[in-house]
């Protein structure tokens, strides 16, 4: 069964610290709960990155296809240490680690099942950001939508030392220039890493489960100062399959982490069990 955390284990290898991983972390919930009760859906969360916990419970729970990209938390009021003591006691002078500080997080809507219109899903999401931003958990989030209608929820602030909110430029707002020529998907997102690294000297790393879709398909997409979120929704739409991106961004090293995987759905499998299928979107 996938985990909403699945990503962040990319994150704590690639700083090398699973080493230093805390064993004494807070009793996280595995997943986000959903819960029905007549018209009202009530979806409960308890993740280092909760917003994104409850998020990736709606994907599966009702197929939708909506990305994620974490706000850029630094400070000790978004991040806290997650050093495991013996391994502080061995290494005592050696930089830690840490992870985003959320933790619990319940959210109540309709359930979208009930409401009629094509705007339920981003109802549902601007209620569950709302709800999200009223709380003391890490970051603030806006929900963006493009010409197409596909949705990824963003965020717009952190806290910085003095505790004090501060607004963020998201990193896939950054207009970056890409000649326009035929090139595998996987040439093309590698080719908006490097242009955001030279524009803004942040690293982007790609996370993926198989990366054979985005080597064999092909598309010309390029163009001059263009949002980078646009550009990368163009390459992965141009695999005709529905992809969403997850973007995580590790402090420790820093660096940012994308995570690519296919919108599904999870649904009984006829004999007591669940089973993931591809969203029909």
């Known amino acids: 069964m996938p985990k909403s955390v699945h990503t962040l284990a990319v994150l704590a290898l690639l ?14 919930l595995d997943r986000a709960r959903v819960q029905h ?15 994104f916990q409850a998020i990736f419970a709606l994907r599966l729970e009702y197929g939708w296809q909506v990305s994620w990209e974490s706000a850029p938390g630094y400070s000790h009021f978004d991040v806290v240490d997650d050093t495991g003591p013996k391994w502080r006691a061995a290494h005592p002078e050696a930089k830690g680690v840490t992870r985003p500080s959320g933790g619990a997080f319940t959210a109540t809507f309709l359930d979208p099942v009930e409401t009629s219109g094509a705007d339920a899903e981003r109802l549902v999401l601007s209620k569950l950001i709302d709800e999200y931003n009223a709380t003391k958990n890490p970051g603030r ?9 596909k949705l990824a929820v963003v965020g717009t602030a952190v806290r910085g030392e003095t505790g004090a909110l501060e ?5 896939l707002d950054t207009q970056v220039t890409l000649d326009k020529m035929p090139r595998s998907v996987y040439d093309t997102i590698k080719s908006i890493f490097a242009a955001l690294q030279s524009s803004t000297g942040s690293e ?8 054979s879709l985005f080597r064999t398909t092909r598309a010309e997409i390029g163009g001059e100062r263009v949002p980078a979120r646009d550009l990368l929704k163009r390459a992965l739409a141009s695999t005709g399959q529905p992809i969403q991106y997850d973007l995580f961004f590790n402090p420790d090293v820093p660096v940012y982490i994308l995570s690519l995987s296919p919108a599904m759905k999870e649904e009984s499998d006829g004999l ?5 299928t591809p969203a029909g979107r």
């Open 37 to 51: 009760s007549g018209p009202v859906v009530t979806v409960t969360a308890n993740d280092s990155l909760p917003l």
């Open 141 to 149: 989030y806006a929900l963006r939508e493009d010409s197409e209608g």
């Open 15 to 28: 700083g090398g610290s699973m080493a230093g991983q805390s064993t004494t972390r807070p009793k996280f």
């Open 272 to 276: 007591g069990g669940r089973r993931l």
């Open 204 to 211: 982007v790393l790609l996370a993926a489960a198989s990366t």
């Open 167 to 171: 607004d963020v430029r998201p990193l």
